[in-house]
């Protein structure tokens, strides 16, 4: 599920949050990539490269990007999309492996006009991967952001990339797909329509929430105001825990948010199973070519009395980058 949320003008800074919905722990940590590293499309295909640019990225089980910025303000969100159709893999065209999607984008582009550019000249195409673990196939789409105040919500139907692309796209969340959303969105109070603002944690009334309150928030007084702005806009659209029900196995709940500031180059993150908030600064991270990537373990102490809190720039621990999952993993 999720749902991820842009606001361009907070008192001259470019924030995006965004709620990590699941049906089960993606066991996430933290990672700094630095520029320098070399990675391919994890599909044995032609597309290779050498990061431009470093980022920080969420993980999912250590093998996956779904959330993260880059050191340029250019940032991206992996959230689920069951209409996803990305077409029998076709060896002739491009291809990423949905493991390595999003990190292609943070890795060599510092601007989503760039990345929508390429998209369409290549016309690459998206392979998924089956969890090594569950056998699960995911279904997803992408939004990008960058520190202009610029967005794109990429998503894949019929085989081929749909790029909607403008700064007018602030919030993205699930089914149906993207086109189908922004006419829901017009029958709503205040967005030309009639119906009052929706409750339930249904794809298209988290949407409506988000774009609503979004639009709404306060001019910031400070940076801190301004996160916290948009922590009460994600949490408005997040999903409660929830006992299991047999007839919805894969019923999300919102194990993590993250917001980040694209103009002051910090990451914040929050886990909905913990009791501390974190926070980097890409600025005191080391992405120099041939510097060493840097793992932050989220999983490790998650007692009231210890774990990670505050600013965490220092507390990454020298390790080999991150390995994506590949076609034959």
Avoid at 13 to 39: A, C, E, Q
Avoid at 193 to 214: E, S
Avoid at 237 to 262: C, E, G, H, M, N
Wanted: proline share 5%; charged share 20%; with cysteine.
């Amino acid at each position: 599920m999720c749902t991820r949320v842009m606001w361009p003008d907070a008192a001259g800074s470019v924030l995006v949050g965004r709620n990590m919905d699941y049906h089960r722990d993606t066991g996430t940590n933290l990672w700094s990539l630095p520029r320098g590293i070399k990675r391919d499309d994890g599909v044995g295909g032609s597309l290779s490269w050498t990061a431009e640019y470093g980022s920080v990225v969420a993980g999912a089980f250590d093998m996956m990007s779904v959330d993260g910025m880059n050191e340029a303000g250019l940032a991206g969100h992996i959230l689920w999309l069951a209409e996803s159709d990305y077409g029998t893999h076709d060896t002739s065209r491009p291809a990423l492996s949905m493991a390595v999607w999003l990190q292609y984008f943070l890795d060599n582009f510092s601007t989503v006009a760039d990345a929508a550019a390429w998209i369409s000249d290549v016309d690459v195409q998206v392979v998924p991967l089956g969890d090594p673990a569950t056998g699960e196939v995911p279904a997803v789409h992408l939004a990008l952001d960058d520190a202009t105040g610029d967005s794109a919500i990429i998503e894949y139907l019929d085989g081929k990339a749909t790029v909607w692309h403008s700064r007018e796209h602030l919030v993205m969340t699930n089914s149906p797909a993207y086109d189908k959303q922004i006419e829901l969105l017009k029958e709503v109070d205040g967005f030309g329509g009639t119906t009052p603002l929706p409750g339930t944690t249904l794809a298209a009334d988290r949407f409506a929430r988000a774009a609503y309150y979004v639009g709404r928030l306060p001019q910031p007084k400070s940076e801190v105001e301004a996160v916290a702005g948009m922590f009460s806009v994600i949490r408005n659209a997040a999903q409660p825990f929830r006992i299991p029900d047999p007839d919805k196995p894969y019923a999300s709940q919102t194990i993590w948010q993250t917001v980040a500031d694209l103009t002051n180059k910090r990451y914040v993150f929050d886990s909905t199973t913990r009791p501390n908030v974190v926070w980097v600064d890409l600025d005191k991270l080391n992405f120099s070519e041939g510097a060493p990537a840097g793992k932050l373990d989220l999983m490790g102490d998650t007692s009231l009395e210890g774990g990670l809190a505050g600013n965490v720039s220092r507390r990454f621990e020298k390790t080999a980058a991150m390995q994506f999952l590949t076609l034959s993993a």
